[in-house]
């Protein structure tokens, strides 16, 4: 499968916790998008990679969010102190390059906080 | 403000009919792109049709295509001949490239049911 990877696909947590999710792009792809979907809305926004270098941040993100993406690779996204406003589903995309910039999606990230 | 309008929470559509579903997005960018995505129930985001805003020829793909007024800033898609595989969750969107960011900015949504 060469398509965008997310893992777990499925997290339930207790308020206060920490969770970690990953995302592995399809590879070469340079660009690499987290997005926020809850339950009958669209995606939303959250952060974009440009290989390693994060360029934007959502102002919905409070500090207790925090994304990375090392080597310009794989991403991780952290949420600390998870509260139950954070259960969503978190989605990962990735796109090759500005001339292609259409973006192909993960199945995402169900966090359900309890 | 950069913002995408769908108007229809919900439609229905006979198997092997047409459906237009309707998009409206507002922005001061000149060149852009225009999206639609179809999310089948509890899978994962896929791409329908792209639309370059310096295109003036409407996008095709197959059974889908979309009408593009651009100084109307409207972006419908339409299906024909639907199949029940068709159904799912459809959702216009705009990518927005800013000062080297980019990012999607997309509709709330059109729940897209096909019958037999």
């Known amino acids: 499968d060469t398509g965008v990877s997310q893992d777990p696909r499925h997290k339930i947590t207790k308020r206060g916790q920490n969770v970690t999710f990953r995302c592995d792009p399809i590879?070469?792809?340079?660009?690499l998008y987290w997005y926020r979907q809850t339950l009958g809305q669209g995606p939303e926004f959250l952060t974009y990679?440009?290989?390693?270098?994060?360029?934007?941040k959502s102002r919905l993100l409070s500090d207790r969010f925090s994304a990375e993406r090392p080597k310009g690779s794989f991403s991780t996204l952290e949420i600390q102190r998870t509260e139950q406003g954070d259960s969503a589903m978190y989605l990962c995309?990735?796109?090759?390059?500005?001339?292609?910039?259409?973006?192909?999606f993960g199945q995402g990230t169900r966090l359900t906080v309890v | 403000a950069q913002t995408v309008t769908q108007s229809q929470p919900e439609m229905s559509v006979q198997e092997a009919e047409t459906v237009t579903l309707s998009c409206t997005y507002d922005?001061?960018?000149?060149?852009?792109?225009l999206f639609w995505y179809k999310q089948p129930p509890s899978r994962q985001m896929i791409l329908v049709i792209r639309?370059?805003?310096?295109?003036?020829q409407n996008a095709t793909e197959n059974r889908f295509s979309v009408n593009f007024q651009k100084a109307a800033k409207s972006f419908s898609l339409k299906i024909s001949d639907s199949q029940l595989g068709d159904t799912a969750m459809y959702f216009c969107?705009?990518?927005?490239?800013?000062?080297?960011?980019?990012?999607?900015?997309f509709g709330k949504g059109t729940k897209l049911t096909v019958n037999p």
């Open positions: 995309a990735s796109s090759p390059r500005a001339s292609r910039p259409e973006a192909f």
């Open positions: 922005t001061s960018e000149n060149n852009y792109y």
């Open positions: 990679f440009q290989n390693e270098a994060q360029l934007e």
């Open positions: 639309q370059e805003a310096y295109k003036q």
């Open positions: 969107a705009f990518l927005i490239t800013q000062g080297g960011s980019e990012k999607l900015v």
């Open positions: 590879s070469e792809h340079n660009r």
